[in-house]
């Protein structure tokens, strides 16, 4: 088991889900990519090794997709969740860093800036909604998990 490092993020309206959740497919795809009233929220919920890489199961309360509401993985001791934002240095003041945008959900292997060949020492691996854009929604929303155990 991965130990949980920083924020345990609770999902919003049970309502919400409960709706999302009983759309005809097709519906449900083309909807639910928008954040819902109390916004995007996106965590990991496993780690496994995959290989030299990690198996990252993720759950989110949209269905990301990259040219829109996508998820964004980064290692997080190496960068703040405001510099995995393309505004990380117009909107938030920080040099901009290195993540792996991402719309590979559920399940999820590393790769790309978030490979385990870009820890660079940490073992805190973090995920975050982020827009069409490319930045992240909501600096609040966010989590990260020490994975040390998985590599
Ligand atoms: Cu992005």
């Avoid at 990301?64 to 997080?76: A, D, I, R, T």
């Avoid at 973090?126 to 590599?151: G, K, T, W, Y």
Wanted: with cysteine; glycine share 6%; net charge negative.
């Amino acid at each position: 088991m991965t130990r949980k490092f920083a924020i345990s993020l609770a999902f919003g309206a049970a309502a919400t889900l409960a709706i999302w959740g009983g759309l005809p497919g097709a519906a449900r795809a083309q909807e639910a990519n928008a954040c819902p009233v109390d916004g995007c929220i996106a965590k990991i919920t496993s780690v496994s090794k995959e290989g030299d890489e990690l198996a990252v199961e993720f759950e989110a309360n949209f269905m990301p997709e990259m040219s829109k509401n996508h998820l964004h993985v980064w290692w997080g001791d190496r960068f703040d969740v405001k510099q995995v934002s393309n505004n990380a240095e117009t909107e938030h003041s920080v040099a901009q860093g290195d993540w792996h945008p991402t719309d590979i959900y559920p399940s999820y292997v590393t790769t790309g800036a978030a490979s385990v060949t870009q820890r660079e020492g940490t073992t805190v691996l973090c995920v975050s909604p982020a827009d069409r854009n490319h930045d992240i929604i909501d600096a609040e929303e966010f989590m990260c998990l020490d994975v040390a155990d998985q590599l």
